[in-house]
């Protein structure tokens, strides 16, 4: 893959930019994962992939991007741990990332985010204080 990130699939930048929404919300990166399936309420749709939250004894899940087949779902598993790892080494540039957080899904509805998280049980570590 490219050293561009805007050249990833969607369901990676989707991915990336829903961790660093529940990050900025103040979630430990150790509570989010991400991962690929079937929905469990809608077995017959075809795979996604998730990205989970578990805290607070609660869970939170995000559908981040439809897949084609099982076999691009689990591709998909390794190129996002390729572009976790390039973003953790700062190979991308900032404003190029700054560009793709605020065209994702979730920052054109962050306060969908929010409200979803308080529906669920869970309160943003950056609200408590």
Not at 53 to 71: D, H
Not at 87 to 115: A, P, W
Request: proline residues 4%; aromatic residues 10%.
């Amino acid at each position: 893959m490219s050293k561009d990130p805007r050249e990833y699939p969607r369901q990676i930048k989707e991915s990336w930019a829903v961790h660093q929404a529940l990050r900025g919300l103040g979630f430990q990166a150790e509570d989010i994962y991400v991962t690929c399936g079937r929905d469990g309420q809608r077995p017959f749709s075809p795979d996604s992939f998730f990205v989970f939250l578990r805290t607070q004894g609660r869970e939170f899940i995000v559908n981040a991007g439809v897949c084609e087949n099982s076999e691009e779902a689990e591709s998909l598993l390794g190129v996002w741990k390729e572009f976790s790892t390039l973003f953790n080494d700062q190979v991308f540039d900032d404003e190029l990332m700054k560009e793709i957080y605020n065209e994702s899904h979730v920052m054109r509805n962050k306060t969908g985010l929010i409200v979803a998280l308080m529906n669920q049980g869970i309160r943003c570590p950056m609200m408590m204080n």
